[in-house]
């Protein structure tokens, strides 16, 4: 069955420190796979798009990793700021495309 | 500029009565899509156009339609909102489908729908 999972549901932690959230997906065949942020209430907001041959990308503070051969990807936000407060969604395209049910970021200052 | 633009950005409508939401883009994108969102899930894809060729989910209720008269608009009819259709109701574009490569998926900012 194709599934994206995402770690952690939630997460909290002060402004200007690193974290990391992860994605765990099923899905095959794998064509791509893209991060989104999403401010509550507003549309999602695409932060990177990797394919097959890609293992990293950057956008400013983010930078995302995939290893294909173990189907993990995470996405790394350097020097948090309060506005990194959102949630972040996975989504990976097969010949569907499957939404991770996102990690919910908190930044507290 | 707004490139993904959805009107309006709150709609409240009555238990069964016919609500329509709308959607236009300036990306000229081949591909629109409609997601519903309820609250702390991911959005769900309802259907989308490939130019004026409809792809409807085998989960989406018949309660939901679509409409793509040009490659600007998009439309979303709910025929008989229930209680359980309110939710974020998003559009989104692509240049082409996701699965066929990196294609960049532009969101609009969304219509929250209310059913009293």
């Known amino acids: 069955k194709n599934q994206v999972e995402q770690s952690p549901q939630s997460l909290i932690i002060l402004e200007g420190k690193n974290c990391t959230l992860q994605c765990n997906y099923t899905v095959s065949p794998f064509s791509n796979l893209r991060w989104y942020k999403q401010d509550t209430g507003r549309g999602p907001v695409s932060l990177t798009i990797?394919?097959?041959?890609?293992n990293t990308k950057s956008n400013g503070r983010y930078t995302a990793t995939l290893d294909a051969d173990t189907k993990q990807s995470s996405l790394h936000i350097t020097a948090s700021q309060l506005s990194d407060s959102a949630s972040y969604i996975c989504?990976?395209?097969?010949?569907?495309?499957?939404f991770g049910k996102g990690t919910r970021l908190h930044i507290l200052p | 500029d707004a490139m993904v633009i959805q009107n309006p950005r709150y709609q409240v409508t009555q238990f069964g009565k016919p609500v329509t939401l709308s959607c236009s883009q300036t990306?000229?994108?081949?591909?629109m899509y409609w997601y519903q969102q309820k609250s702390s899930q991911a959005p769900k894809l309802l259907f989308h156009y490939y130019d004026k060729d409809f792809n409807n989910e085998a989960d989406t209720p018949d309660n939901f339609q679509s409409r793509r008269p040009n490659t600007s608009f998009c439309f979303l009819d709910i025929r008989s909102p229930g209680l359980g259709d309110a939710a974020m109701y998003l559009c989104?574009?692509?240049?082409?489908?996701?699965?066929?490569?990196?294609?960049?998926?532009?969101f609009g900012p969304g219509t929250r729908l209310t059913v009293t």
């Open positions: 989104a574009t692509s240049r082409d489908r996701l699965a066929s490569g990196a294609y960049e998926q532009y």
């Open positions: 990306l000229n994108h081949n591909v």
């Open positions: 990797m394919t097959f041959s890609e």
């Open positions: 989504v990976v395209s097969a010949n569907k495309v499957i």
